[in-house]
């Protein structure tokens, strides 16, 4: 069975620090990988996803960014950390294929907060 | 550009009564999915249930179910016989197919409280 990992589980860091949230994926090849946001209170915000090795897709500007150098490996990095970065990140997985709906699993998440 | 719309920030129920909760999308797509997500304390999503567009049956999981109305771009969804386990935020989400890849947009979420 598939499984989704996500580390660390809480991270608390200073304003200007660099960030590395890492997600992993066992018992699938080829997965579509998101990373989303979930400020508090509100609902979640893709941030990246990815259809591949280096392929990488941002949905909205910001301090982030987001690499694939691995199959089942996702990482959202920052080289400078903001204020506005505080939030719950999600990393989720799904099947790629022909057009048509894939559900998507999430990982238990990272408690982000920035001081 | 497709929104979601849940305009219950809160409600609450009495254990083994029925609760409905309210979500309402806006798109221009003819071909997409709808979900409510469970995410308890854990904060773990969890989906709860999915529904077709292209289908007119309503789509039931257990004690869940929803009211799918297309022409409204309107999908409750229904929780029977509410239990404990039910209390936390439920989130409905639209997915439809992006050209790469399916893409998920969730609304701002109800927080479900169970009372005993």
């Known amino acids: 069975s598939q499984t989704i990992h996500q580390w660390p589980a809480t991270l608390v860091q200073p304003v200007g620090s660099p960030l590395s949230l890492e997600c992993t994926v066992e018992?699938?090849?080829?997965?579509?990988l998101y990373w989303y946001r979930q400020a508090a209170g509100r609902g979640l915000q893709l941030l990246f996803y990815s259809v591949g090795i280096g392929q990488i897709s941002s949905e909205v500007p910001q301090n982030l960014s987001a690499s694939r150098p691995q199959d089942r490996q996702f990482i959202l990095s920052s080289k400078k950390l903001l204020l506005s970065d505080s939030g719950f990140y999600l990393c989720?997985?799904?099947?790629?294929?022909?057009?048509?709906?894939?559900?998507?699993?999430f990982g238990p998440g990272t408690r982000l907060t920035v001081t | 550009a497709q929104t979601v719309t849940q305009s219950q920030p809160e409600m609450s129920v009495q254990e083994a009564e029925t609760v409905t909760l309210s979500c309402t999308y806006d798109t221009s797509e003819s071909d997409y999915y709808l979900f409510w997500y469970k995410q308890p304390p854990s904060r773990q999503m969890i989906l709860v249930i999915r529904q077709e567009a292209y289908k007119q049956q309503n789509a039931t999981e257990n004690r869940f179910s929803v009211n799918f109305q297309k022409a409204a771009k309107s999908f409750s969804l229904k929780i029977s016989d509410s239990q404990l386990g039910d209390a936390a935020m439920y989130f409905c989400?639209?997915?439809?197919?992006?050209?790469?890849?399916?893409?998920?947009?969730f609304g701002t979420g109800t927080l479900l409280a169970v009372q005993p």
């Open positions: 018992g699938t090849s080829n997965p579509n």
């Open positions: 989400a639209y997915s439809w197919y992006g050209g790469a890849t399916n893409k998920l947009i």
């Open positions: 989720a997985w799904s099947e790629i294929g022909q057009a048509g709906y894939y559900e998507q699993y």
